[in-house]
DNA sequence: ACCCCGGGATGACAAATGTCAGCTTGACTC
DNA sequence: GAGTCAAGCTGACATTTGTCATCCCGGGGT
């Protein structure tokens, strides 16, 4: 029997997979989860052998939830289902030291066979994402990826010195030097990309 | 018994939803689709009881779909699920003469019972939103919606400007009338603000 | 000890963006 | 027929962004 947390912010979208889960013979949905502190909560309470989990949540992510389960060395594997096949989520996940990662684009049959396989030691990774995962390596460094994330919410370079404390020269040449790496003309596409890769 | 056609293009979560209502004693899929297109296919084959579908899709939105419907005076009723609380969006869908509205937040239960309600004759909306729709109505004009769907891109006004065979000052100008409406300091936040309200 | 790199800053300049006033035209309403 | 309004344009101006060169500091490497 295998026993599973689930995490999803969407109710009913989370209602849907655990009542077909627990339809499973061999499968037994101990606990579901609406964001990543209650993920934590419930592997820590039901000491499930996996943890399926949404990555985009309120408050903690699914990654999030993933790197504290590993760094604890709690022996909970975590199988991440989601939306997004960006490569940089999956090279994420697997440096948080993920067991499984499938999309939500894929059958649901393809989630029951991966929650199994996740329980018997493999690792499953969704098949349009494994080579993906090679391509391109984040060039960002931590305080750019901090600025593009302000500039996602529409913020002027003034807006962004006053939160970080910052000069507002000093914005611009971060911003200038993001724009390079990433090959953007200006701000928000630099942003979008950056988005559509994950490294946000 | 209800006939219903699904539409939904997350394959995992159109399965899911899938098996469940079916598993209703006086519900029958009798269609799935993964896009707009498809979904009006499905309807004029299987001529469903309702259409239960997803807004955001590839292609045809699940809005445009009903619009549609509506307009043939199909006898297929059309209730919504979505993820998005947005005011707007809700607005646009009663115009389109939608039967019903639910989030994707609320429990599954209430998927059924709008289903239920929606077949009786009656008209649902999520409580959440019953009062949101009242609140302010779409202030732009079809060409500053345009404008602004393609600074969400990040297009800078030249490239504006050569995609819609527009004078760089006249882009200039519709997105200051369209900042100004919004009460936004620059075009991204205008364009931030249009769409989480539904408008674009 | 030296060099590189990330973080932080300045100042100057060029380019893009935002603001304003004013003009035309073609619908639609009263 | 006058009035209103969206769409479209121009030109001038102020402000914001983007670029570049150059500086300082501190922590790793080798």
Chains 1, 2 share one sequence.
Do not use: C
Not at 155 to 182: C, F, P, Q, W
Request: aromatic fraction near 4%.
């Amino acid at each position: 029997m295998i026993r599973v947390v689930l995490a999803e912010d969407q109710a009913m979208v989370r209602g849907a997979f655990a009542q077909l889960l627990d339809l499973q013979p061999d499968v037994a949905v101990v606990g579901t989860a609406g964001d990543g502190d209650e993920a934590l909560a419930a592997v820590a309470l039901h000491r499930p052998d996996v943890l399926l989990t949404d990555i985009e949540m309120p408050g903690k992510s699914g990654l999030d939830v993933a790197q504290e389960l590993v760094r604890r060395g709690d022996g909970t594997r975590v199988l991440i289902i989601t939306t997004f096949a960006r490569s940089g989520y999956l090279r994420r996940a697997m440096d948080a030291g993920v067991a499984g990662y499938v999309l939500k684009d894929a059958p649901i049959a393809e989630l029951v066979s991966a929650l199994r396989r996740v329980h018997a030691g493999e690792r499953v990774v969704a098949p349009e994402l494994a080579m993906a995962a090679w391509d391109s390596a984040d060039p960002l460094t931590p305080r750019e990826r901090e600025l593009l994330r302000e500039v996602t919410t529409g913020a002027s370079n003034a807006d962004i010195a006053a939160r970080l404390h910052l000069a507002e020269g000093t914005v611009r040449n971060y911003l200038s030097t993001a724009m390079a790496k990433l090959g953007a003309k200006n701000r928000s596409e630099a942003a979008n990309t950056a988005r559509d890769r994950g490294w946000l």
